[in-house]
């Protein structure tokens, strides 16, 4: 089976746009988390969607917003970017009432 | 508030050696899941174990076993004979309940460099 799958690999942007990150998550789970890793830090939690609603929301301001799709595949969305906004965004996928959260190879976002 | 504490930054450990990585927690919880993750180069996350807050009993898999202290808030990683292929961060983290499911908390990571 595939596991998760994350696009695109690598984005550049500059302060102020917004980007699009997607998230397909393992066949059969339907529950997708969100992360930021800065650089030399451990994963920061953002968000998670079962059954397309958010059932959980980290520190992160307004700009961080994200959506599930009836497919379970997810975007998260970041308006307004700024360059600490520069971070591996990485997907978690989780079977139903499982624990264990596998995780995609990321989307590194750089901000210019 | 929930914490993880990985105190050693980096190891560095010559091939064969074995090697001890530290994490401690916090959790007012009383039902509560750990785990450990390895982050090779590439970045992409590997689930290594889970391990239940009732669950006490120590784990092998191969040349990894873990220690779990619920007396100390302590769930250490062991690898024995290490190997450079071993060579990445190795991330430990704890659940945290939301509505339904549950986030991780990460701790800050220990970076592993193992050197023939």
């Known amino acids: 089976d595939a596991g998760v799958t994350q696009s695109p690999t690598h984005l550049i942007k500059t302060r102020g746009q917004h980007v699009t990150l997607r998230c397909s998550p393992i066949s059969g789970h339907k529950s997708v988390s969100w992360y930021q890793q800065v650089l030399g830090q451990g994963p920061q939690f953002i968000f998670q969607?079962?059954?397309?609603?958010?059932?959980g929301r980290g520190n992160f301001p307004d700009r961080f917003s994200a959506r599930q799709f009836p497919n379970y595949s997810s975007e998260l969305n970041v308006n307004a970017l700024l360059l600490g906004d520069s971070a591996l965004y990485l997907c978690?996928?989780?079977?139903?009432?499982?624990?264990?959260?596998?995780f995609g190879p990321g989307t590194r976002l750089t901000v210019l | 508030a929930q914490k993880v504490t990985q105190a050693q930054t980096e190891i560095s450990v010559v091939e064969k050696e074995d090697v001890t990585l530290d994490c401690v927690y916090e959790t007012r919880d009383t039902t509560y899941y750990l785990f450990w993750y390895k982050q090779p180069p590439s970045g992409e996350l590997v689930f290594l174990i889970r391990r239940n807050s009732f669950d006490e009993q120590n784990e092998i898999s191969g040349r990894y076993s873990w220690n779990f202290q619920k007396s100390t808030s302590s769930f250490n990683f062991t690898i024995t004979a290490s190997q450079v292929v071993d060579s990445a961060v190795y991330f430990c983290?704890?659940?945290?309940?939301?509505?339904?499911?549950?986030?991780?908390?990460f701790g800050k990571g220990t970076s592993l460099l193992v050197t023939p």
């Open positions: 978690a996928s989780t079977r139903l009432a499982g624990k264990e959260q596998f």
């Open positions: 983290a704890l659940s945290e309940k939301l509505d339904s499911g549950y986030a991780l908390n």
């Open positions: 969607y079962y059954e397309k609603e958010e059932r």
